[in-house]
């Protein structure tokens, strides 16, 4: 039980059922810093909400389920880039933290449980899959514990399962899956075409600067933007080709 309370979060909806959008970059060179690396994932930001339960296809009647309600958002420091996970309502966890890891190549998961413990997961993004598989070793139990993440449905839904082995095991054993749905939007709708000025994403909201309007697809790049509006519309507009 205690493993369970531990690793509860788990976001999931079998990925068969619906195609991807572009969560994750084109295959090429490996990204050189935090943001580019970072920005494979794109389509996690934004709010989410969904609802928790066994990792099976047809959950019984005595079947525990949940809510989660969470927000991915990008956080900017100097030249450092991460993104931040919020949990407004969670069944485990209060907060987490994704890094981008350049010397490692590999992405870095920080969750804080409920009773305050971390636990960092790592591992690789697989472009052929379009997901993202983290794991980390239970210093207690010896155990393998994995997350895997990606988005579907063109975006809107966002996918994020557990799975464990024991010590000494090939075999993953699931746990648990939450299927979460983009907030304000539904299946099949339109794909955004508007661009966030600071992590390339998809623009949620408007920013000005000098008489010019900019999309922003959350509160972190609003504040990047605000704190250095020229420094990202020169970035922007020379990727665009634009003077």
Known sequence: MKRLLACGLVFGLTAFLFPTRSAFADKGDDPKTSKEGLQALNDFIGEWKGSGGPDKPKPGPRDAVWTEALEWVWK????????????????????????????????????????????????PLDTDKNELTLERTDPDTKETQQITMNTAAEGVRFIFRLAHKEEGS??????????????????????????????????KMQVSYKGETFWVCCSGCADAFKENPEKYIAEFKAKKGMK
């Not at 991460?82 to 920080?110: A, H, I």
């Open 76 to 123: 900017f420091k100097g030249d450092d880039a991460w993104l931040v996970l919020n949990f407004k309502d969670s069944k485990n966890f209060k907060s987490g933290e994704m890094r981008y890891l350049p010397e490692k190549k590999v992405y870095q998961l920080t969750l804080t449980t409920k009773d305050d413990k971390k636990q960092v997961f790592e591992g």
């Open 170 to 203: 090939k075999l993953y054993r699931k746990d648990f899956l939450v299927q979460a749905t983009r907030v304000g939007e539904s299946l099949g709708a339109a794909e955004a075409k508007n661009i966030c000025v600071v992590s390339g994403g998809v623009g």
